[in-house]
């Protein structure tokens, strides 16, 4: 596709279910980043895959929080045991190149957690 | 890590009106991006600043890096409602990755 495509746009879950958010990146672009944006807040860094190297995962909250990416391909985020705290919108984002260049975002997955 | 710290963190003014929004550092930037975020969307990057001292213009929008860089300012004159969006600045967090500031909520009133 063109762009950053995330799915779900929105989801609606309970408390302590898991639930799993998936990026596609845009086609050739090495660097893929998920950040997560509370309600009327700025964006709060959670993890970057560059290529096949190790990623920086220094930025997820607990280990309920993991992510995979396949090669330089779709990524998922995924939230065990989700709380209520876990709800806000979970932007995906991709650059090329392997420097912090230009992100281009997704539209975000809202998640809401009752 | 490196903190950002933008303001004011909300801004509502009338349409016709000038404004400056500042993101400041106490590291110095490696370079600052600028972003603009609307309702519903994912941030979109308006410019990228790079030497310090540097000045780049985008139609009404004026960007300005500090000279030691270490803070970076947004002018924007003649506001319009269009203008009207969550502005974020970010820069290179250590080991390539992207940190933003919490962002300048701004408002155009008709």
């Known amino acids: 596709g063109a762009g950053v495509s995330q799915s779900p746009s929105n989801k609606v879950t309970e408390k302590g279910k898991d639930v799993e958010l998936r990026c596609d990146p845009i086609?050739?672009?090495?660097?893929l980043y998920w950040y997560r944006q509370r309600l009327g807040q700025g964006l709060e860094f959670l993890i970057y895959?560059?290529?096949?190297?190790?990623?920086?995962k220094s930025g997820l909250p607990s280990d309920r929080f993991s992510a995979e990416r396949t090669g330089e391909s779709v990524s998922t985020l995924t939230i065990q045991r989700t709380q209520q705290e876990d709800s806000a919108v979970y932007l995906c984002?991709?650059?090329?190149?392997?420097?912090?260049?230009?992100?281009?975002f997704g539209e975000g997955s809202r998640l809401t957690v009752l | 890590t490196q903190l950002l710290e933008q303001s004011p963190q909300f801004l509502s003014i009338q349409e016709g009106e000038n404004l400056t929004v500042y993101c400041n550092s106490s590291?110095?930037?490696?370079?600052l991006q600028w972003y603009r975020q609307e309702p519903g969307e994912g941030p979109v990057l308006l410019v990228t600043?790079?030497?310090?001292?540097e000045v780049k213009k985008l139609k009404r929008l004026t960007f300005q890096f500090g000279d030691a860089r270490k803070d970076s300012s947004l002018h924007i004159t003649a506001a319009q409602p269009g203008d009207t969006g969550l502005y974020l600045c970010?820069?290179?967090?250590?080991?390539?990755?992207?940190?933003f500031g919490q962002g300048t909520r701004l408002t155009i009133n008709p």
């Open positions: 895959f560059q290529g096949n190297s190790a990623p920086d």
């Open positions: 086609s050739g672009h090495t660097a």
């Open positions: 600043v790079v030497t310090g001292g």
């Open positions: 970010a820069s290179e967090g250590g080991a390539q990755k992207l940190v």
């Open positions: 590291s110095v930037f490696s370079s």
């Open positions: 984002a991709s650059s090329f190149g392997t420097k912090a260049g230009e992100l281009f």
